[in-house]
């Protein structure tokens, strides 16, 4: 009996040694498969030497609550590039093409082709009650259009505010485990310069460039305290374009949910707030601050003379006759 113990022993402990020979080298295989893929992307990564006490001193590069300002000089594109694309992420864009705004959509795929995240792979998403006018714009590998039919609208309001319920929809029924940040465009726009990795954050706004160098009593909020996009004389922190939002996924069908419920409970109410969609938006913005802000680079108005301060414009909106675009 003391033999066959011996030997019994004897196994289990050969079993163990062996077994942890194995992981040794498993765990030790990994560490180098690790290492050097780490020396890999290390030795791409070469830049200037970023300073805290040097940059642009003619702009508010951090909000109050210490959300990032994106401006044209207060980042390394080169950098973000290199740690998210190691992320491998998809993004989403949505984009509405209703009636005649389908006449903006060419300009706005072929552009976003050169500067819109280039490099990373995007789904495009366009609304539209004509479907069978989507122009075909070559995109690159990794980039897609899928086209979702809605339905017309005699009034352009309407069309803006269904919108939030939309994006809603669109996140619940195909997004949610399909990409992993999402942004919202007006179509009436197209890309001059790159918008990529820097634009990314939990919750992202765009600064109206309408608004921006003025006091926020001008701000064009819902004023009317009935409506639940009401802003209080005193209240809010800047003025956000309702045509260029976004960030994570789940960030965002929140707040496409949030505003979507407060529209329908204003219309209960016989309230239309002041800009539709965006007075919504920006009631929720002010009460859930966004993770990141995007300077007035990020979507500027044709019409207007460049300010010093902005040094380059990534997206603007398109000059454009209202009364023949729009239904109403």
């Known amino acids: 009996m003391a033999v066959l113990h011996t030997k019994a022993v004897t196994v289990i402990l050969s079993v163990t040694v062996l077994l942890g020979l194995l992981y040794l080298s498993q765990y030790y295989r990994i560490y180098?498969?690790?290492?050097?893929?780490?020396?890999?992307?290390?030795?791409?990564?070469k830049y200037n030497q970023p300073s805290i006490v040097h940059g642009r001193a003619d702009v508010v590069t951090v909000t109050p609550w210490l959300a990032p300002v994106v401006w044209e000089g207060t980042f390394n594109s080169f950098l973000l590039d290199s740690i998210y694309k190691r992320k491998n992420i998809t993004i989403a864009a949505t984009v509405f093409a209703v009636g005649k705004y389908i006449m903006f959509l060419k300009d706005f795929l072929q552009t976003s082709e050169e500067h819109f995240f280039v490099g990373f792979r995007v789904d495009f998403y366009v609304f539209t009650d004509r479907p069978n006018e989507v122009p075909k714009v070559n995109m690159a590998a990794g980039r897609k259009l899928t086209v979702r039919s809605v339905p017309s609208s005699n009034r352009w309001q309407e069309i803006s505010a269904?919108?939030?319920?939309?994006?809603?929809?669109?996140?619940?029924?195909?997004?949610?485990?399909?990409?992993?940040?999402?942004?919202?465009?007006?179509?009436?726009?197209?890309?001059?310069?790159r918008w990529g990795a820097e634009s990314l954050g939990e919750l992202v706004a765009v600064i109206h460039p309408g608004y921006y160098r003025d006091d926020r009593s001008k701000f064009p909020y819902e004023r009317r305290p009935a409506s639940n996009a009401y802003v209080a004389p005193g209240e809010g922190d800047f003025y956000y374009c309702g045509g260029a939002f976004g960030g994570l996924m789940q960030e965002v069908h929140l707040l496409a949910k949030t505003c979507r419920k407060n529209f329908e409970d204003d219309t209960k109410k016989g309230i239309e707030a002041a800009w539709q969609e965006e007075s919504h938006l920006n009631r929720y913005m002010w009460i859930n601050k966004p993770s990141k802000v995007l300077s007035p680079?990020?979507?500027?108005?044709?019409?207007?003379?460049?300010?010093?301060?902005?040094?380059?414009?990534?997206?603007?909106?398109?000059?454009?006759?209202?009364?023949?675009?729009?239904?109403?």
């Not at 180098?32 to 990564?45: D, H, N, P, Q, R």
């Not at 996140?171 to 949610?176: C, R």
Request: net charge neutral; hydrophobic share 35%.
């Open 162 to 193: 269904r919108r939030m319920e939309i994006i809603q929809n669109l996140i619940e029924e195909k997004l949610q485990n399909r990409a992993d940040y999402i942004f919202c465009l007006d179509v009436d726009s197209k890309f001059h310069g």
């Open 297 to 328: 680079e990020y979507l500027w108005q044709d019409f207007k003379p460049k300010n010093p301060e902005v040094q380059i414009i990534r997206f603007s909106g398109v000059i454009k006759n209202y009364a023949n675009i729009r239904p109403n």
């Open 32 to 45: 180098l498969s690790f290492e050097e893929k780490w020396k890999t992307v290390e030795a791409g990564l």
